[in-house]
T-cell receptor, first 109, second 117 residues
Framework: EDQVTQSPEALRLQEGESSSLNCSYTVSGLRGLFWYRQDPGKGPEFLFTLYSAGEEKEKERLKATLTKKESFLHITAPKPEDSATYLCAVYTGGFKTIFGAGTRLFVKA | DSGVTQTPKHLITATGQRVTLRCSPRSGDLSVYWYQQSLDQGLQFLIQYYNGEERAKGNILERFSAQQFPDLHSELNLSSLELGDSALYFC????????????????FGPGTRLTVL
């Protein structure tokens, strides 16, 4: 069964304290893996799409990496405005999109 | 602003009723996706349309149906509503996920908040 698991469920950081969020997946035929940021009551905001193991992408304080079984979202020197829920999703060979439950990130000044 | 629009923003209705949610994709996007997000379920994929045709189905109930019109906008119809259908409903669009190997980025709209009383 296709499955996406994100950890931790919640993460509390001090401003400037770098960390990583994990997304592990089991899917039949991965077409791509997405990372999104979501603020309460808003639509998910696109961050990255990764297609194959070994791929890395960066944007400001965020860096996403992909292996054959998991993806990491690294946050370097986070700021309070980085507080949000970060969602990982996979697009399968059967054209289905499966989201993880998300990691709620809190960054304190 | 992702370029995906959804109407209405909020909808309040009673159990047993039927509602229609509307989505306009980004200009040039051929695929439309519908998702349900409730507090205890997270984001659940419902259905995807590509250029007017159904491409994939997720956890969509039989009481729910969708279609994509020639101008590429899409509607999600929810009938015989139950209290448990209260949720945020999101639409997303992407350029083209036809026979290509890779996945095109999905851009999400602001959502419709449905409350069933």
């Amino acid at each position: 069964e296709d499955q996406v698991t994100q950890s931790p469920e919640a993460l509390r950081l001090q401003e400037g304290e770098s960390s990583s969020l994990n997304c592990s997946y089991t899917v039949s035929g991965l077409r791509g893996l997405f990372w999104y940021r979501q603020d309460p009551g808003k639509g998910p905001e696109f961050l990255f799409t990764l297609y194959s193991a070994g791929e890395e992408k960066e944007k400001e304080r965020l860096k996403a990496t992909l292996t054959k079984k998991e993806s990491f979202l690294h946050i370097t020197a986070p700021k309070p405005e980085d507080s949000a829920t970060y969602l990982c999703a996979v697009y399968t060979g059967g054209f289905k999109t499966i989201f993880g439950a998300g990691t709620r990130l809190f960054v304190k000044a | 602003d992702s370029g995906v629009t959804q109407t209405p923003k909020h909808l309040i209705t009673a159990t047993g009723q039927r509602v229609t949610l509307r989505c306009s994709p980004r200009s040039g996007d051929l695929s439309v996706y519908w998702y349900q997000q409730s507090l205890d379920q997270g984001l659940q994929f419902l259905i995807q349309y590509y250029n007017g045709e159904e491409r994939a189905k997720g956890n969509i109930l039989e009481r729910f149906s969708a279609q994509q019109f020639p101008d590429l906008h899409s509607e999600l119809n929810l009938s015989s509503l139950e209290l448990g259908d209260s949720a945020l409903y999101f639409c997303a669009s992407s350029v083209d996920t036809s026979s290509g190997r890779a996945a095109d980025t999905q851009y999400f709209g602001p959502g419709t908040r449905l409350t069933v009383l």
